[in-house]
């Protein structure tokens, strides 16, 4: 049996499933003590004054650390903005908190339960400043500015007198004159809202010095050597005086990229000489880390009558919270991912993200695809439905193929398949004929072309005496980047060591790309055993902490089996050569580096921005109930180009699993702030979907078209399920009720309000 393209048991599986596993959380050592860390609970203000003695000498506690014990007091994965602890004596000016959730002290005792009494007894003064929420008021000339101070910037110079943080444009053709020519054009507003992680473990971790000296960390994060580079610089020390470790990671999706108690630990560890340990509650991770991007955007666009979409003009705003975080790069994803997967020969795309007092915003699985996808796609839905064409052929005469043009004026990297998936949407739709037994709202379609847009009657017209429900049906595609964009360098490391006599006994692999619960690791041990001809069972993997191996960059981008594939296997094919020159045991170490890519041009757009795409198609069958507004996915067929399937179940799982998170997304979970204050801190009041609320029956279809590009041809493709469900459900309730909704989540309430007012 080959080891790639076999559905191999997880490489995890039977520690997770017996509970041997060890999380963060669930980790001791000998003589540890515990950290709590205070947050600031208020969204806008000044601190003024400090005052830790009741907390010092309440029993147990070791230390009250704040501002003025932080050595280089500022951080961020792209842009050092956020104080590691807010407050005065502080080696930057930290003393303003931005956000309820901004850490202003970190008590440390015996208990958890010392620790946490400790901290409610420190007395913070604070001279309150305006709350901006709305990122529309906050880019106006006159709102207050939330980041008067300088700091670096990696994209030139920062406005500091302005609370826009980056904006793109993308200028190709003319729109001007194209929307002249165009016979119809649509327009429309499109809401997206925050989403919560909701991963399983919430943030914990655990720093002890070691007999070396170094300080170790041992959390759960995405990317362990930007881990240990924002400690050390935090910290004032040198990248080898920091171990950074990830245990088993309970879920991420985005959620961990950004720090949460890394330094904060190591602090308290170095301060102390004891380990240290913290475990948040579910209140405060979701108070306490980031969200999806909350998103505006304006879209108009044109086509001509035989369906050629010509024209499209977009403004996109979104939300960066308090914090930079993640912000510039998904509004670089945003930026072209909201004209859909579509060659357009006219585009002019406005977008920006702004520094609000809410939560920050970061990444999440699709990092601004989905929101940008969920115009692109509706937009083209109404012009299907405007010019009396079938979605699938608007979407045929006008996606993405080998050699077109995007709007940034580069071509499309080589083995584009966003057709693929479209027609075998096309066919899958076809021959599971999703039109039988509807009712009488719906009228049957003909096989040929099943997803015909058929405008129900308007909502004032519904009878529902003689029906309580209506059954709809609609389709989206996507595409999205495979790797770090817009210049960022990317690479990876592995190294591949061979013993035995002679022949190859075993391996030894080193490559710490974070397994974040996707499978990671397993597909490491495919590749490895596949490239060198030998059993997984002789694949011995290390990944475990930053002294293994060299930084294997994130776990986010779809990235990680491509980049990392392409490193264990280049590891892999040089000590094969070492092995038959007869060195034994034979060693290579190998860094991948795909193809640079390019920033955009500040004015125009203009450059090559990703390395290369997954593309994805899902088409929705919902039934809606007519007097509670309350939608039910009843079928989800997703059909994904993997390039190759390392593990097609695992690949599988990814599908469902994104499907599943992104019906939540789209349907149930609504993160509610105000005046910058979250009212939903519970998964009580935080919904999100459990197994009676996801898709009855998800029908998942893997295409294997090999990405040149790729290792073995395989392509990244966690994220792409999660973009287009939204936009596909969003179109099969228009088919079913005859009404648009351009705002997310589809809430039963939003529904209901929009079958009454029939708008």
Request: hydrophobic residues 40%; aromatic residues 6%; proline residues 6%.
């Amino acid at each position: 049996m080959r080891a790639v393209g076999s559905s191999l048991q997880r490489i995890d599986a039977v520690d997770k499933v017996t509970g041997h596993a060890a999380y963060p959380g669930d980790i001791n050592l000998p003589n540890q003590v515990w950290a709590k860390i205070g947050f600031a609970g208020v969204a806008h203000a000044r601190i003024t004054r400090v005052d830790t003695s009741a907390a010092e000498a309440a029993p147990g506690v070791l230390t009250v650390l704040t501002a003025k014990d932080v050595p280089n007091n500022g951080y961020g994965l792209i842009m050092p903005d956020q104080p590691v602890l807010c407050g005065l004596g502080s080696t930057t000016q930290a003393e303003v908190v931005r956000w309820e959730a901004d850490h202003v002290a970190v008590v440390v005792a015996e208990t958890a339960a010392q620790a946490e009494a400790a901290a409610a007894l420190i007395q913070i003064d604070y001279d309150p400043l305006p709350v901006l929420t709305d990122p529309i008021a906050a880019m106006q000339p006159d709102a207050p500015i939330l980041h008067p101070n300088a700091f670096p910037f990696p994209y030139g110079e920062r406005d500091l007198k302005s609370n826009v943080l980056l904006e793109y444009h993308l200028r190709h053709g003319d729109v001007d004159a194209a929307f002249a020519q165009a016979d119809v054009i649509v327009a429309g507003t499109y809401r997206t809202h925050a989403q919560e992680h909701a991963y399983l473990q919430p943030e914990a971790g655990l720093a002890h010095v070691r007999p070396d000296g170094r300080v170790e960390v041992i959390v759960a994060g995405q990317w362990m050597h930007e881990d240990q580079a924002q400690i050390a610089h935090s910290l004032g020390l040198t990248l080898d005086q920091v171990v950074v470790r990830y245990p088993a990671i309970g879920g991420a999706f985005g959620g961990r990229e950004d720090m949460s108690v890394q330094i904060v630990l190591a602090l308290a560890a170095l301060k102390t000489g004891r380990p240290v340990k913290t475990v948040w509650s579910r209140e405060e991770s979701i108070i306490g880390h980031h969200k999806r991007h909350p998103f505006i955007i304006h879209a108009k666009w044109g086509a001509t009558r035989d369906g050629k979409v010509i024209a499209a003009q977009m403004d996109v705003t979104s939300d960066a919270g308090a914090y930079a975080y993640t912000s510039t790069k998904v509004l670089g994803n945003a930026t072209l991912m909201c004209l859909g997967p579509y060659e357009i020969p006219n585009v002019h795309v406005a977008a920006r993200t702004i520094y609000t007092n809410n939560c920050p915003s970061g990444a999440f699985r699709g990092f601004g695809a989905p929101q940008g996808h969920f115009a692109a796609e509706l937009q083209v839905s109404k012009l299907a439905a405007v010019l009396g064409l079938s979605p699938i052929e608007i979407r045929r005469r006008n996606v993405l193929r080998d050699g077109s043009i995007l709007a940034t004026g580069s071509a499309v990297p080589a083995g584009c398949t966003a057709l693929d998936v479209l027609e075998e949407a096309e066919r899958r739709t076809v021959i599971s004929d999703w039109r039988l037994g509807i009712g009488d709202l719906v009228e049957m379609q003909s096989a040929q072309s099943p997803i015909t847009n058929h405008q129900s009657p308007l909502p004032t017209s519904l009878d529902t005496s003689r029906t309580r429900t209506a059954r709809g049906t609609g389709i989206a595609i996507c595409f999205k980047n495979v790797g770090y964009s817009l210049g960022f360098p990317e690479n990876c490391h592995a190294s591949v060591e061979l013993y035995g006599g002679v022949t190859i006994e075993r391996a030894r692999v080193a490559c710490v790309g974070a397994d974040v619960g996707q499978g990671a690791h397993t597909a490491f041990v495919q590749i490895a055993a596949e490239t060198l001809g030998i059993a997984p069972e002789q694949i011995e993997l290390n990944a475990a902490d930053t002294d293994d191996a060299g930084s294997s960059g994130s776990s986010s981008a779809s990235r990680m089996t491509f980049m990392a594939g392409s490193a264990i296997q280049g590891a892999a094919l040089q000590a094969l050569q070492h092995w038959q020159d007869e060195e034994r045991p034979a060693r290579a170490d190998f860094v991948f580096r795909p193809r640079p890519t390019t920033p955009y041009a500040m004015e125009t757009g203009a450059g090559d921005p990703n390395i290369t795409y997954g593309y994805c198609a899902q088409v929705a069958d919902v039934e809606v109930d007519l007097e509670t507004g309350h939608i039910t996915v009843k079928r989800l067929i997703s059909v994904n180009d993997v390039g190759k399937a390392i593990n097609p179940q695992q690949v599988e799982g990814q599908i469902e699993g994104a499907v599943a998170q992104s019906v939540g997304w789209t349907l149930l979970e609504n993160y509610i702030q105000r005046e910058g204050r979250t009212l939903t801190p519970y998964l009580s009041n935080y919904l999100i979907p459990t197994v009676a609320d996801v898709v009855e029956e998800i029908i998942p279809v893997i295409l294997e078209v090999p990405d040149p590009q790729g290792p073995m041809g395989l392509r990244g493709m966690a994220e792409m399920p999660f973009i287009p469900t939204a936009p596909a459900i969003a179109a099969a309730v228009h088919d079913a009720v005859g009404i648009w909704y351009d705002e997310l989540p589809l809430t039963p309430e939003r529904i209901w309000r929009g079958l009454r007012n029939g708008e």
